[in-house]
């Protein structure tokens, strides 16, 4: 019985090394589905089974971890940015503002879930220049990321501080991973 | 004029090059004093104030970066380890408990200071049971660090979750640093 990783994020693979090196990555393919008028709690925990379900259907006799998150503001979820456009929106509404952040963890095998939960990290934004959102959008980080920012690299720039897990917000609460996997005696 | 990290910590240097790839580094020599008696974040200060200074007034025309960081729990300061046991002892402290991480801040020009602060973040831990501080002291991470870990690297799966600045906990609250050096039009 090993460990398998459901997602293709460099982040969540660089988080989860840091629990086990014994573990394989084997993405989930399916787009999940799930009800958008869920509670945001309810929905990442809901995307997350579906990652791990669809693997572990596959790959019965091991453990997957299934993670989702998403980018909470003013009431909306806040996705990958489509453009430079969408990006500079997104962070002119983070700033000067505290926002949410929840990511939707899930252990299956069998194809069952057999363990899941949600874990909410709030993030404060400075108040942001324009010229300041301009340079961190030329930096490139904001392309591939939830709310246009990530935490870790020129990220650290735009964020007052944070109430919860930090590696929550990196997109896999590490912790509480490592300590759930250790009661539940699969590390 | 140019800016001088007056630390030798790798983090801190990592943390500063997230604002500019543009500094030099020459770490304070002086044993830093100040009367143990201050209040914690009145000490971090003063201590990161002496550090800017003292290279400061070698290196007058640069603005000199000082900064001193301090774990506090239940009323006391902790310091380095000096041993496996002592890290052992702290991290049995710190186990299940919030603590504080203060970090002193200071910019110096013309053997003055210019501007200081102090940044304020708290961490709580998981209740660790004997083995995950045996395992975490066997990963050998403690050594060289204040309170015997570091929130970085496998310290990652000690923590519950911090209220603050994270990379204050490092040894640098950048962000609050970056706003600080472009309202001073240092950047």
Do not use: W
């Amino acid at each position: 019985m090993g460990i398998i990783l459901a997602s293709a994020s460099p982040r969540r693979r660089e988080l989860l090394a840091l629990i086990t090196e014994d573990f394989t990555i084997i993405p989930a393919k399916g787009e999940e589905k799930a009800d958008d008028t869920l509670e945001p709690q309810l929905l990442v925990k809901k995307l997350a089974e579906q990652k791990a379900v669809e693997v572990s259907s596959e790959h019965r006799k091991d453990f997957v971890i299934g993670a989702d998150t998403m980018v909470f503001c003013c009431g909306k979820a806040l996705g990958k940015p489509r453009s430079e456009a969408h990006a500079r929106e997104m962070l002119t509404l983070l700033s000067g503002k505290k926002h949410t952040v929840i990511t939707g963890v899930a252990i299956a095998q069998n194809g069952d879930v057999v363990n899941s939960f949600f874990e909410e990290t709030k993030v404060e934004f400075f108040t942001l220049s324009e010229n300041e959102i301009d340079s961190y959008i030329a930096s490139g980080e904001p392309k591939d990321k939830a709310g246009a920012y990530g935490i870790q690299g020129k990220g650290a720039l735009l964020i007052k501080g944070i109430e919860g897990d930090y590696y929550n917000v990196m997109g896999l609460p590490i912790g509480r991973l490592y300590h759930t996997l250790r009661r539940m005696q699969i590390i």
